[in-house]
Antibody
Framework: QIQLVQSGAEVKNSGSSVKVSCKAS????????IDWVRQAPGQGLEWMGR????????NYAQRFQGRITITADRFTTTAYMELSSLRSEDTAVYYC??????????WGQGTLVTVAS | DIQMTQSPSSLPASVGDRVNITCRAS??????LAWYQQKPGKAPKLLLS???RLESGVPSRFSGGESGTDYTLTISGLQPEDFATYYC?????????FGQGTKVEIK
């Protein structure tokens, strides 16, 4: 059974950066993808990007290009999402999700990032 | 980007009802569609993939259908634990876009 454990809640100042980690266990880390999805308070789900650990490839949603970096360390089976130039609209719960290319059956518990203006 | 237009945004229903939620893709996505259920304060749960393939452990009252670029999630015989928000997501292309969500609430 795959488990994803994310790092704890963060409070950041506007203009700063945040890096959220996602530790995977119980599965083959390199063979699939780790997606990052966020959810602003009271809002829907927003796909931000993904990394394919086995290939070292990352893809991002256009609206985050230039501000987001998603990486994965195959040796520690941990994925990271770093978002820079934070603004109040980035206040959200950030989720990592393990995928096989046909939806994501395993999700982390979520990390609340609060951006103080 | 492929846009996923989900409707309705809110769906009042009663226990035992049959409910339908629809997602329309702006382009063909070749059944590359997943449905998720989300309850307050929890991560989404994958219900179906490939438009109609039920995930392990998901009750058979959940089903999915497809007609062209329209995809439907049906819950046959709504149970108390089914009151939640449902999202579709296409995985045909990057970015993996979600629908806006449908909140199934008690009538």
């Amino acid at each position: 059974q795959i488990q994803l454990v994310q790092s704890g809640a963060e409070v950041k100042n506007s203009g700063s950066s945040v890096k959220v980690s996602c530790k995977a266990s119980g599965g083959t880390f390199s063979s699939y993808t780790i997606d990052w999805v966020r959810q602003a308070p009271g809002q829907g789900l927003e796909w931000m990007g993904r990394v394919i650990p086995g290939l070292g490839i990352s893809n991002y949603a256009q609206r985050f290009q230039g501000r987001i970096t998603i990486t994965a360390d195959r040796f520690t089976t941990t994925a990271y999402m770093e978002l820079s130039s934070l603004r109040s609209e980035d206040t959200a719960v950030y989720y990592c999700a393990w995928g096989r290319g046909e939806g994501s059956p395993y999700w982390g518990q979520g990390t609340l990032v609060t951006v103080a203006s | 980007d492929i846009q996923m237009t989900q409707s309705p945004s809110s769906l009042p229903a009663s226990v035992g009802d049959r409910v339908n939620i629809t997602c329309r893709a702006s382009h063909g996505i070749a059944i590359s569609l997943a449905w998720y259920q989300q309850k307050p304060g929890k991560a989404p749960k994958l219900l179906l993939s490939s438009a109609s393939r039920l995930e392990s452990g998901v009750p058979s009252r959940f089903s999915g259908g497809e007609s062209g670029t329209d995809y439907t999630l049906t819950i046959s015989g709504l149970q108390p634990e089914d009151f939640a928000t449902y999202y579709c997501q296409q995985y045909y292309s990057i970015p993996r876009t979600f629908g806006q969500g449908t909140k199934v609430e008690i009538k």
